[in-house]
């Protein structure tokens, strides 16, 4: 492997080497070893995009993952880690020059989404009069642009983009083609799992040649876990600027509810994917990333929340409603849980052996599947009572599919709890599941409006 060299690089390495060095009398290290392994981090995040100095204090995180000392000098240095992670780089002009230049790019992506969002305008569609044509393409207007903008930082080759383009063009045919009846079952159905199908392409391009890795997929699930929790930053903060926008211009007499809900909204909504992608990938953490750290708070909750629903279902004699608002409700909360298990497998170093947060996760998944089949039962009473309708057969194959994931996940933490299995089981079960779920979303997509006559 040829190992990453520059001066920048050399200097904080030497750094790093010589703090080991000093801490030898306290613990006992290969040195030499420890830098390999470093440097093929280094390499290694280089390769998957990142800048020369990000990638070293990236690598320097995983490594204090598997070294006391590693996470000594993280915890000692970091100040000057995130410092240097936050800050423009006019030391390196070639760093400099790549920040700035996907920067320009992320942005002006960003306002194309908008553009794009705005353009059907010239067409005399209405954001409010036609909101069901927004609704169904509101994906297509930001998840290609952001679907390229990591094939062109990834180089992502010729073949693998004709590809993903040629999924883009059938999603926006199908979106668009289908007579569907205004506001029906299978529009709706449409417009929620589109967004899911053509978020494996988004992660397709992000991973690279790495989607075939576990490491890769599970770069791609940490990416969308930041990316929402950068979004509803955002979002709040979006909210303030555009009450303060509102407030300031009533006290000169003018109104801008008009402005706000045509183009301050939706335009930010939309402009908003690409700046929180770009604010993901420029500002990667050295010491932890956010999404990880919240499944430590939340994982608990949810375990708890999960054992109190299901003893007082068992207490009360009461099942689970199967009412559309309901099942998507109660299908969103075990997403959620499902969510919560893969960014704490991304936040746990594989190596450790079983601790006493493994047993809250165990606790979380099983109580998910006994959740899911009550929710199998009553989906399936109810289609044996009424029929098959598009969101009846919708959930039972969400349902399904989550059951499988559950049931194998649970299996697989029992087995690590036991000391009978490996950690790196789960990863590589939960990363290789992914491409399920859209792949469900697309049938729901493109098979159901005709099979249902598009009620």
């Known amino acids: 492997m040829s190992q990453p060299s520059n001066a920048s690089l050399e200097a904080q390495i030497d750094q790093w080497r010589g703090y080991l060095r000093r801490r030898q009398a306290i613990h006992a290290v290969d040195v030499a070893e420890l830098e390999d392994h470093l440097r093929e981090q280094v390499a290694t995040l280089e390769e998957a995009g990142l800048a020369t100095d990000e990638a070293f204090l990236v690598a320097v995180k995983r490594m204090g993952d598997l070294d006391s000392l590693s996470r000594e000098f ?42 794009l ?39 992502l080759a010729a073949g693998t983009l004709r590809w993903l383009a040629l999924g883009f063009v059938a999603a926006a045919v199908v ?45 791609f699930i940490r990416f969308s876990g930041e990316l929402f929790i950068y979004y509803v930053l955002i979002a709040l903060g979006g909210g303030l600027f555009t009450g303060f926008t509102a407030l300031t211009f009533m006290a000169i007499g003018i109104e801008l509810a008009w402005f706000i809900g045509h183009w301050l909204v939706p335009c930010g909504a939309i402009g908003a994917v690409m700046v929180g992608s770009w ?19 939340f994982s608990p ?25 309901v099942l998507i409700a ?45 929710a199998l039962w009553a989906i399936g009473g109810r ?31 029992l087995r690590f709890l036991r000391g009978r299995g490996a950690f790196a089981a789960l990863e590589r079960w939960q990363t290789s599941y992914l491409p399920v779920y859209a792949m469900w979303a697309a ?13």
């Open 74 to 115: 993280a915890r000692e240095h970091s100040e000057r880690l995130w410092k240097q992670l936050v800050a423009v780089r006019t030391e390196d002009g070639v760093g400099h020059r790549q920040t700035r230049t996907e920067a320009f790019v992320a942005f002006g992506l960003a306002i194309l989404a908008a553009a």
């Open 117 to 155: 969002l705005k353009a059907p305008t010239l067409f005399g569609l209405d954001l409010e009069e036609d909101g069901s044509f927004y609704a169904r393409n509101a994906s297509l207007f930001v998840l290609p642009l952001l679907t390229g903008y990591f094939a062109w930082k990834r180089r």
């Open 175 to 219: 979106a668009n083609a289908f007579p569907f009846t205004p506001e029906g079952s299978t529009e709706i159905l449409t417009v929620m799992h589109l967004p899911i199908a053509l978020w494996l392409g988004v992660g397709v391009a992000y991973a690279g040649d790495r989607w075939s890795d576990v490491a890769g997929r599970m770069d």
């Open 279 to 297: 604010l993901v990938e420029s500002k990667q953490s050295v010491i932890e990333n956010m999404a990880p750290v919240l499944t430590r708070l």
């Open 301 to 325: 909750l949810f375990a708890l929340l999960l054992v109190i629903f299901l003893g007082t279902m068992l207490f009360s004699g009461r099942g689970v409603g199967i009412e559309r608002e």
């Open 330 to 374: 109660f299908d969103l909360l075990l997403a959620m849980v499902l969510a919560l298990l893969l960014y704490s497998a991304s936040a746990r170093d594989p190596a450790l052996p079983p601790g006493p947060f493994d047993v809250v996760q165990v606790v979380l998944v099983v109580s998910a599947l006994l959740a899911n089949a009550v």
């Open 383 to 413: 289609i044996s009572e009424f029929g098959f309708s598009p969101n009846r057969v919708a959930a039972l194959g969400e349902n399904l599919i989550l059951l499988v994931n559950l049931t194998w996940s649970a299996v697989l933490y």
């Open 443 to 455: 049938i729901v997509v493109i098979v159901f409006p005709p099979l249902f006559r598009y009620i």
